[in-house]
């Protein structure tokens, strides 16, 4: 096998609770994730010389930045033997700075999809430990199973939510996760909570905390989500600017995405619990 074509799914925070600032800087968080079986799409072809090149690099990120290229340096490095290289081709379809995961997404499934290319037998422990150094969201998409995440997100424990239906909706503005948590404006005393079947009784119990910070700040993704509300509830990802509904069939969720105001983005998918990278490794063994 010298080439590989692999899913990079989106993700979804069907909640986000923010518990407290920690001594590093960083926040404590309580959040379920769910993939979407809709995401970016990555080829991975082996090389006889060792270089690793990404096929089309986004304009102002040089490659040391990229997390693509920093996920396959990474890798290479820890393989105690001259790596064959990689060729990494991407067909982009989540948007950036949309809270989808789309940047952790393709670096776990540039590690995984590694793993397989190169032989190097790497259990999901080690990948995921290797994952966490490039950012808090890639070890949930390297183990490939919807999750509780606490800590910063990397303390997993599987789960299953409903596989239901969802509106995603891509404002028209980028938010930046750094700006979002530092705002002094951002909640961040909400109760720990036990882990329980995701919205098990009341769901208005769940929220994402971020939300009040980002409708102020942006106007788009407040209009957004006023719009998405008439139809039931509907709720930020992440720290944005993406927000979701979510509806019990597929129909349902499209009649309301062919009535979307104009200038608006997204797509409808499914929630699934098992990644559709791991479902299309398993096809390929």
Known sequence: MNSLVLPSPAKL????????????????????FQFLNYGDTLTLTARTDGRIVLEQPLPGVPDEENLIVRAARQLAATAG??????????DKQLPM????????????TTLVGLNRLWGLNRSLDELAELGLSLGADVPVFVRGHAAWGEGVGERLTDANPPEDWFLVIKPPCDISTKEIFSEQGLTRDTPGIKIAPAFEGDASRYRNDCEDVVRRLYPEVHQSLEWLAQFGPARLTGTGACIF?????????????????????????????????????????
Not at 81 to 90: D, E, L
Not at 100 to 105: E, T
């Open 13 to 32: 925070n069907l909640f986000l609770h923010i518990l407290g600032r920690r001594p590093d800087g960083y926040h404590e968080l309580q959040t379920l």
């Open 81 to 90: 033997h001259t790596t064959p290289g990689v060729s990494i081709a991407i």
């Open 97 to 108: 700075g949309g809270g989808l995961g789309g940047g952790s997404s393709n670096a776990a």
């Open 245 to 285: 509904g979510r509806f019990p069939t597929e129909s349902a969720a499209r009649i309301i995405w062919e009535s979307k105001p104009s200038g608006i983005t997204g797509f409808v998918a499914q929630g699934v619990n098992i990644s559709p990278l791991h479902k299309k490794l398993t096809e390929l063994k």
